[in-house]
């Protein structure tokens, strides 16, 4: 089974950008569950365990105290607003302003580099802070109702439901939380949360170092859409004095790869926009294919924007490597078995034209790439094959 640690991020010091090692052929990593108490007395019984381990303690439910510290050096600075507080009712008091997860969740969307998911995370986050429980099972339960409708907001969303899911899973799966004194269970939870805030922030940073190893000088990269992921590998790309070009699909039915090509182009990127339809006759001038994801399912397979699919099949039968960046709070307990397994997400399409009442219009927005047509995922757990992601998948919801 290939895998590629991560390790280097925190072993280089300073020297994050260089080229990394390749990858190289190691046995899967075995995980043995402790107690937080545990954690806390011994937070680094060894401070050369590579990046991937503790990014899958840390997911899993165990807490490392350097983890954060380690990723924030990798990453950089932070940016404003990525300390796991905001600036709402939840910590200023709101001048008697009841709470609301909902208005908390649209304060932290209205940051155009946040994820939703990562804003869900953060505004469940306050939950806890801004909780006026007495018990922990009144905390729980006041916790699952702010989680269920965030999701009821919008259930078309993989990575908002697989995001709240799994915050879910990290926060409140220790047992040590049953022999605690309340207002201590409390502070516990807060801490959990804000850190797993922290590493979700932080993912798609962890991901652009990771995948510098696969984008080389004088290649050609075609993506499909707009992806916040994708844009963060090109620019650290840009940053790294790579030199290469990009294809951008135009992205219909939104027409989000018209943005991402304007951002390129900001960048000084060679950017050329294609029309959907015109994947097959540029793959042999591709080197590569990059896309991001709205959800990774169980069987290792993505749902993404419509068309990825199609240019996933291309690329196979021309032996072009697909790569997928996504962040791990993504991975959602799905397994269509075909397109028609996912709930569409409906988006509207302008055709320039009117179009008769009597013509039939597919506006769904998503489709299911099998993993068979994909080569490896970019996440902040590593560089995984498809094959690997059920095992991460087990591993996050046990």
Known sequence: MWRRSASFILDRGND??????????SPPPTYQSSSMADTLQNPN?????????????????????????????????????????????????????????????????????????????RALAAVIRASEATTMMELEIELKKASDSLKLGDTTSISLTAGCDLFMRYVTRTSALEY???????????????????????????????????????????VHGFSRVVLEVLKTAVQNKKVFRV???????????????NELAKLDVPVKLLIDSAVAYT????????????????????????????????????????????????????YPLGQKDMAPALRPIDFGVPIPS????????????????????????????PSVVSDELIQLYL
Not at 86 to 98: K, L, M, Y
Not at 292 to 317: F, R
Request: proline letters at 5%; one cysteine or more; aromatic letters at 8%.
């Open 45 to 121: 019984p060894n401070p050369k365990i590579s990046a991937y381990y503790q990014t899958r303690a840390a997911h899993h439910g165990v807490v490392t105290s350097d983890w954060l510290a380690q990723a924030q050096e990798a990453a950089g600075p932070d940016s404003p607003g990525s300390d796991g507080r905001s600036n709402s009712a939840a910590d200023s008091g709101g001048g008697g302003r009841p709470f609301s997860v909902i208005d908390e969740f649209n304060n932290w969307r209205q940051q155009p580099d946040l994820a939703e998911a990562v804003a869900a995370i």
């Open 16 to 25: 994050v950008v260089s080229k990394p090692d390749s990858i190289t052929l």
């Open 358 to 385: 009597k013509v039939d219009v597919e506006t769904s927005a998503r489709d299911y790439t099998p993993p068979q047509y994909l080569t490896l995922l970019f996440t902040d757990l590593g560089v995984l094959t």
């Open 247 to 261: 294809f951008c699909t135009e992205g219909r039915p939104d027409r989000s790869g018209l943005r991402l090509s």
């Open 283 to 334: 793959m042999d001038e591709v080197d590569m294919v990059l896309v991001g994801a709205d959800g990774v399912v169980e069987s290792g397979g993505i749902i993404n924007l419509m068309g990825t699919y199609q240019i996933a099949l291309v690329a196979h039968c021309m032996s072009k490597p697909v790569y997928v960046a996504a962040e791990s709070y993504k991975f959602a307990r799905l």
């Open 180 to 222: 605690e004194e309340f207002n201590s269970a409390k502070s516990r939870l807060i801490e959990r949360a804000e850190k797993f805030g922290e590493i979700s922030y932080k993912a798609r940073r962890i991901i652009a170092m990771l995948s510098q190893d696969f984008i080389f000088d004088g290649c050609t990269i075609l």
